[in-house]
């Protein structure tokens, strides 16, 4: 029991001083994830992907939601 006490703690300690991004940070994935936009309206998987594809379509905009940006061009990504 009290090695599982220790054992929380210690990672309660480690844990704690784990800090979000900064807003410059948040700015700059923001940047990045608008740029694999493709022509097409989708998003490429990476910068040397040709192609956008469903599931880095899928991946691009919950990134963008939960950062609070939109994508480039919201109109050819309906």
Partial sequence: M????????????VVLPVRAQ???QKKSTIA??????AEDGGF??????????????NG????????GGEPRDKA???
Avoid: H, T
């Avoid at 490429?44 to 379509?57: C, F, Y």
């Avoid at 691009?60 to 950062?67: D, F, M, P």
């Fill in 22 to 24: 900064s807003d410059a």
């Fill in 44 to 57: 490429r998987a990476n910068a040397r992907a040709e192609q956008s594809d469903v599931s880095s379509v």
């Fill in 76 to 78: 050819a990504c309906v």
């Fill in 60 to 67: 691009a905009l919950r990134v963008l939601k939960y950062l």
């Fill in 32 to 37: 990045y994830i608008r740029k694999l936009q």
């Fill in 2 to 13: 009290k090695r599982v006490l220790l054992g929380g703690l210690c990672l309660l300690f």
